[in-house]
């Protein structure tokens, strides 16, 4: 198989990258320049015709692309140490926590990094800014949320570290490099944040 791969700031790909360090796994890549456009050359577009990167190209030839369906792929192929939770109802809230941490942060954060940013400016024709600014408060309040559900908890499921605590890292540390910091008064998410940092896994 071939891991299709792009460096950080790129919050997806990095989502992989670090469940693999914490699974062990070693997987043959390939890195695109996300800044040179290699994702959206005529040799990827085969690979993946979104043009969105990550992808992994099995050995039978089929393809699978996102971030999380990637990992549960690998997640069946390698279960120990479980990082999508453990019996019905830890895999039920390992998957709440994935989805919130999607919905609520990263899909008005992807707004404002799609109308705001310079460095879209050259693919997001037009970027509509007073809509892009708009969701900047929307995820402040997600991380708020975040801050809350974390007073009695180390880690967003409670029963340890998993797939949440990474999509979540992802996305706040994008967060970060769009503009928007976790605020100071946040102190539960700042202490997970320094917690998962922390980890080997992160610098991956």
Known sequence: MLFY????????PRRVRIYLAEK???VPSETLSIV???HKGPDFLAVNPLGQIPALKLDNGDVLTESVSICRLFEAMHPAPPMFGE????????DMWIRRAELRMM??????WAHCHPF????VKPQYTEFGESQRPRVISAMREFDRALADRDYLSGKG???ADIVLLSVVDFAGFVGIPIP???ANLRAWHERVSARPSAQA
């Not at 791969?5 to 997806?12: G, I, L, S, T």
């Open 5 to 12: 791969d792009a460096v950080n700031p790129a919050p997806n």
């Open 24 to 26: 062990g796994l070693s």
């Open 36 to 38: 040179a456009g290699e």
């Open 87 to 94: 019996g019905p109802q830890g895999m039920a809230e390992v």
């Open 107 to 112: 899909v008005p954060l992807s707004m404002v």
């Open 120 to 123: 879209t400016a050259r693919v």
């Open 161 to 163: 570290y998993s797939m």
């Open 184 to 186: 100071e008064d946040q």
